[in-house]
């Protein structure tokens, strides 16, 4: 069964860094397209990133360009996200889910979200001083 743990959150400073994890399970990780998301408090869950499987592309939403890097280590079965320069406003419940294809759908596009599938249980990151 497919399984995805995301892990690395915590309490950081403006001005930080962290480094999420997404392990997955049950699955061949090399053949699928895998999106981070994330959700605030009161807030709708929005696409931060994606990289594909077929030739490593990576996608981004404005929010985080610049400042977040996604990257995949197959052999590992897990995807990174490395974010610097957080922000407050970064301060959410991280998800990492598949398309269950090779490739990404634009994370942001206003119905990403549907064309994602086998959420993990989120971790939390906090930006704030």
């Known amino acids: 069964q497919v399984h995805f743990v995301e892990s690395g959150g915590g309490l950081v400073q403006p001005g930080g860094s962290l480094r999420l994890s997404c392990a997955a399970s049950?699955?061949?990780?090399?053949?699928?397209?895998i999106g981070w998301f994330r959700q605030a408090p009161g807030k709708e869950r929005e696409g931060v990133s994606c990289i594909s499987s077929s030739d490593d592309s990576t996608y981004y939403a404005d929010s985080v360009k610049g400042r977040f890097t996604t990257s995949r280590d197959n052999a590992k079965s897990t995807v990174y996200l490395q974010m610097n320069s957080l922000k407050p406003e970064d301060t959410a419940v991280y998800y990492c889910?598949?398309?269950?294809?090779?490739?990404?759908?634009?994370?942001?596009?206003?119905?990403?979200?549907?064309?994602?599938?086998?959420w993990g249980q989120g971790t939390q990151v906090t930006v704030s001083s």
């Open positions: 049950g699955f061949t990780l090399d053949y699928y397209a």
């Open positions: 889910a598949t398309t269950r294809t090779v490739y990404c759908v634009d994370p942001s596009r206003y119905d990403s979200e549907t064309y994602y599938d086998y």
